[in-house]
């Protein structure tokens, strides 16, 4: 609407509002959020002339387009968040299970290495941090099986070295009694060599 009056305050001419009908107030900010039905915001301007007031000129702008023209972009704007959140979080997911499907691998070798088996298949490697953790758990797999290698060997090593001394401890004990016995046969006949002596 669109209202003209005089510097007494006395309607002079309007455009869209009810003839004898007092005008609204003045709003004194801007907000889409007024109760007013539709919604319109009502301002006044001074008609000035030759710097005196000669009346004002007051109107009200229909917010009703821009009343739903903002529900409309709220609308879009969770629309698209709700978008943009289910995105994220098959996105996450995506990444949660690739991330725990390595560490699962990393687990169940962890466990097959500490029931023994000492050369699980290499896990997979990589760049981000799970791939270093696989690398260099495949190290230390390596490593370990290097070892208990070392360790059998060694072991192998020790047995074949304590049946050595084992055979050689016999053969010391075979040769001791040989020689205590010989030991005995020359005491006996020196003895009766002596006996045979005295005799004389």
Same mark, same amino acid.
């Given at each position: 609407?669109?209202?003209?009056?005089?510097?007494?305050?006395?309607?002079?001419? &309007?455009?869209?509002?009810?003839?004898?009908?007092?005008?609204? %107030?003045?709003?004194?900010?801007?907000?889409?959020?007024?109760?007013?039905?539709?919604?319109?915001?009502?301002?006044?301007?001074?008609?000035?002339?030759?710097?005196?007031?000669?009346?004002?000129?007051?109107?009200?702008?229909?917010?009703?387009?821009?009343?739903?023209?903002?529900?409309?972009?709220?609308?879009?704007?969770?629309?698209?968040?709700?978008? $943009?959140?289910?995105?994220?979080?098959?996105?996450?997911?995506?990444?949660?299970?690739?991330? &725990?499907? %390595?560490?699962?691998?990393? &687990?169940?070798?962890?466990?097959?290495?500490?029931?023994?088996?000492?050369?699980?298949?290499?896990?997979?490697?990589?760049?981000?941090?799970?791939?270093?953790?696989?690398?260099?758990?495949?190290?230390?797999?390596?490593?370990?099986?290097?070892?208990? $290698?070392?360790?059998? %060997?060694?072991?192998?090593?020790?047995?074949?070295?304590?049946?050595?001394? %084992?055979?050689?401890?016999?053969?010391?004990?075979?040769?001791?009694?040989?020689?205590?016995?010989?030991?005995?046969?020359?005491?006996?006949?020196?003895? $009766?060599? $002596?006996?045979?002596?005295?005799?004389?």
């Amino acid at each position: 609407y669109l209202a003209v009056t005089d510097a007494a305050g006395a309607i002079v001419a &309007t455009s869209g509002w009810p003839a004898g009908k007092a005008l609204p %107030q003045i709003d004194a900010v801007f907000s889409l959020d007024d109760d007013d039905n539709p919604p319109r915001y009502d301002l006044a301007l001074p008609i000035q002339l030759a710097g005196q007031t000669l009346g004002r000129l007051q109107l009200g702008l229909d917010l009703s387009r821009i009343v739903v023209a903002r529900g409309n972009l709220l609308e879009q704007g969770l629309m698209i968040a709700s978008g $943009e959140m289910l995105l994220s979080l098959g996105l996450l997911l995506g990444i949660g299970h690739l991330i &725990t499907r %390595q560490l699962s691998v990393l &687990t169940t070798a962890s466990l097959a290495v500490a029931k023994g088996q000492l050369t699980p298949a290499p896990v997979a490697e990589g760049e981000d941090d799970v791939g270093r953790l696989g690398a260099a758990f495949n190290t230390m797999s390596r490593a370990i099986a290097e070892r208990v $290698e070392q360790l059998t %060997q060694a072991s192998e090593e020790t047995a074949r070295i304590a049946k050595s001394l %084992q055979e050689r401890n016999t053969q010391l004990e075979h040769s001791h009694t040989a020689l205590d016995t010989e030991n005995r046969m020359r005491t006996d006949a020196q003895r $009766e060599l $002596e006996v045979a002596l005295g005799h004389i």
